[in-house]
């Protein structure tokens, strides 16, 4: 066998008994499971502080839908019927942007409705009607 095959075969057979030993070390020692444990701990909390901020996130934004949506809708409701036509105009323009709203809303709820893991909040709605 040539020398390269040697330092090879003698590499691999280092880095196998050291995995063995790691292996070891942590299932069988105290100290190994402490430190297994403890970066268990740190991986769950930085996983709950990104689901935190992302399901904040998702939650501000359908607020700030909702919020337009009703906006638009009540100008429409208010101003549908009026006679003067700047003011029918504006309904009708009010009721186009709570519709793309809505629509906008529907699709982003759909996109992110994993971030409540089937617990939504009760000022989220599921659903945004058209108008």
């Known amino acids: 066998m040539s020398t390269k095959i040697k330092v090879f075969i003698g590499i691999g057979i280092g880095v196998f008994v050291c995995l063995i030993a790691f292996i070891i070390f942590v299932n069988a020692t105290p100290a190994g499971r402490k430190m297994w444990g403890s970066y268990q701990n740190e991986l ?6 990104v689901d935190y901020e992302t399901r904040k996130k ?3 934004t359908c ?3 909702i919020a337009s949506y009703k906006t638009d809708k009540s ?3 208010n101003y549908k019927d009026s006679e003067d036509k700047v003011l029918k105009s504006s309904a009708e323009q009010a009721r186009i ?3 793309q709203t809505a629509n906008t809303y529907n699709e982003y709820f759909l996109k992110n409705s994993y971030v409540w893991k ?5 000022d989220i709605y599921t659903r945004l009607e058209l108008i």
Do not use: L
Not at 44 to 49: F, G, R
Not at 118 to 122: A, K, Q
């Open 44 to 49: 769950q909390q930085a996983d709950d502080e």
């Open 97 to 99: 942007r709570a519709n």
């Open 63 to 65: 607020r700030s839908y």
């Open 58 to 60: 998702v939650e501000d």
């Open 118 to 122: 089937n617990n939504v909040p009760s």
């Open 75 to 77: 100008t429409y409701e």
